[in-house]
């Protein structure tokens, strides 16, 4: 299959419409069943493997790690250095550079996969799962009309599930392309054109980077404040360095040092029409999961003239842009980098752990790996991978602990339940 049928097979399989249909072979699953094989997946069924527990990993998509796969850009590096970027138990090549290529990184997902014999099972987008309190089990449905019966439900299912777009009077007059981040490859498609990109994140920020390689002529939308950060400071990552200095010193201060050397190489980003927020990077970060842009040449483009800062949209028209400040400017296209949710609240029937209204466990950073009945989540600090490996070993050192005191005891009866797994 190649990249296109892959991407074309994965959205199909997203579609909402396929699933509904009634449970008509069920599995009883010994170990935990994880929901996603992202890096977060992964992780927790390598952790898991290592302590002698085996796992099965429901899958949506049709291949590992599909937000990479299938839903990032090709310019697309880790823009963390490769040390924070690692999975537990196996690090990356040495001879990878320091912020390892997309394809790089899903070459070592591969590997990973393979090193620890983890095959998920692919196309089983769960639809639902409940824990049913009478079997003291989880019950785990997918579209493929199968039920999972398991002890334990690893929730990794990313803070990057589905796409963030927003709701704008007169998109549907607007005539252009109009696309997500999420489905942008290549600045290619757009040479020559004026492109609108909706969102100052990092995706935003690189697109308009990316657009401006291919000859064509982006506008940043910028409806609040933003950090940023230039990826390296002093010879060192930014990221790097400020973890090493929060060893030593309080935040307040870390983040006063990484504003004034920012100040110093990039200048007073207020000038571009780039307000910063009061609270300083990584505090924001930390509050609220806002994560600075670590910028890799945009800014530079900003500062030419060859990006256009513009505030936020009030209404679309026919290849028109109205904006709230009264301007009104044609474009051809518009591109959507207004970030992602997670999607627990839509499959995940449950009251506790998990927040309905984000999609995030509600107990803060170091604690929200765990809820009850054997219910786990890896990969929703909002720390990145290296915030998923600290959850999947957590996570891994706890079903142990169950699963030998289980196997010892055995307390259930196996004859309880339906057919074994496959
Ligand atoms: C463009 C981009 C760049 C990033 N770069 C970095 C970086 O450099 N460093 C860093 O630390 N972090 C980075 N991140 C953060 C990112 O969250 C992690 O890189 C990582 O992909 C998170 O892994 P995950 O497994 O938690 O989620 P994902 O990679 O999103 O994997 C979740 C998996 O679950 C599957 N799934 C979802 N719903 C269901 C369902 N209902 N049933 C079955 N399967 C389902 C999905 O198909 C997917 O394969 C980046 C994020 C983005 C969007
Ligand atoms: N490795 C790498 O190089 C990269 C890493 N990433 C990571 O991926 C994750 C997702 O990043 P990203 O896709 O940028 O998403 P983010 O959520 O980080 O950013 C979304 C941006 O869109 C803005 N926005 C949302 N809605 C609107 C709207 N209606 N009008 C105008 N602006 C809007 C937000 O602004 P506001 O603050 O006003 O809500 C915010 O600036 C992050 O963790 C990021 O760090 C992403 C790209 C590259
Ligand atoms: O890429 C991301 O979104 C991450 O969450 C990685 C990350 C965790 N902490 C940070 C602080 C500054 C920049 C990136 C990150």
Redesign the pocket.
């Known amino acids: 299959m190649d990249y296109c049928e892959r991407e074309q097979e994965g959205k199909r399989l997203h579609d909402p419409l396929i699933s509904g249909k009634k449970a008509e072979r069920c599995v009883w699953v010994p170990g935990p069943v994880i ?7 992964l992780a927790a069924a390598a952790c898991l493997k290592e302590k002698g527990v085996a796992s099965v990993i ?4 049709n291949c ?5 796969q299938l839903n ?1 850009y090709d310019r ?1 590096r ?3 250095p490769k040390q ?2 690692e999975l537990p138990l196996m690090g990356f090549p040495s001879n990878f550079p320091t912020y390892p290529t997309k394809q790089q990184f899903i070459r070592y997902l591969e590997s990973y996969a393979e090193h620890f014999a983890i095959q998920p099972r692919f196309n ?4 639902e799962a409940e824990f049913d309190s009478s079997l003291g089990l989880w019950r785990v449905k997918t579209t493929t009309a199968t039920e999972f019966v398991c002890r334990w439900v690893i929730v ?6 589905e796409a963030v777009v927003p709701e704008i009077e007169g998109t549907g007059e607007f005539g252009g392309t109009i696309k997500h981040t999420s489905l942008y490859k290549s600045g290619g498609e757009f040479k020559g054109k004026k492109v609108l990109v909706v969102g100052c994140g ?2 935003g920020m690189e697109v308009c980077l990316d657009l401006c390689n291919h000859n064509a002529t982006p506008s940043l939308v910028v409806r609040d404040t933003v950090h940023i950060l230039p990826r390296e400071m002093l010879g060192k990552s930014t990221f790097g360095l400020s973890m090493w200095l929060l060893k030593w010193l309080p935040i307040q201060l870390v983040d006063r040092l990484l504003l004034i050397v920012s100040w110093l190489m990039l200048g007073n980003t207020s000038r571009f029409g780039l307000d910063r927020p009061p609270l300083g990077p990584l505090q924001l970060k930390n509050l609220s999961g806002k994560t600075p842009v670590l910028d890799v040449g945009t800014l530079a483009k900003i500062k030419s003239g060859h990006i256009m800062i513009r505030p936020g949209i009030k209404r679309l028209r026919r290849h028109t842009v109205e904006f709230v400040d009264g301007r009104i400017e044609k474009f051809d296209a518009i591109i959507f980098a207004t970030g ?1 949710k997670s ?1 627990v609240p839509y ?1 995940l029937k449950e009251g506790d752990m998990f927040s309905k209204e984000d999609g995030y466990p509600k107990k803060p950073f170091p604690n929200g790996w765990k809820g009850e009945n054997g219910l786990y989540a ?2 929703f600090t909002k720390r ?3 915030g ?1 490996s600290m959850d999947a070993k957590n996570i891994a050192k706890d079903i142990e602990r169950c699963w030998k005191a289980e196997a010892k005891h055995s307390t259930f009866s196996l004859s309880l339940l339906p057919q074994s797994v496959s």
Do not use: M
């Not at 929901?35 to 997946?41: D, L, R, T, Y």
């Not at 429901?58 to 998509?61: D, H, P, Q, V």
């Not at 089983?124 to 639809?127: D, F, G, H, L, M």
């Open positions: 929901v996603g094989a992202g890096p977060s997946g429901l899958e949506r998509s590992i790690a599909s937000l990479w990032t697309l880790l823009h963390l924070f970027c089983e987008a769960v639809k990794a299912t990313g803070e990057n599930a990092n995706s992602y999607n499959w890896v990969g990145g991978l290296l998923a």
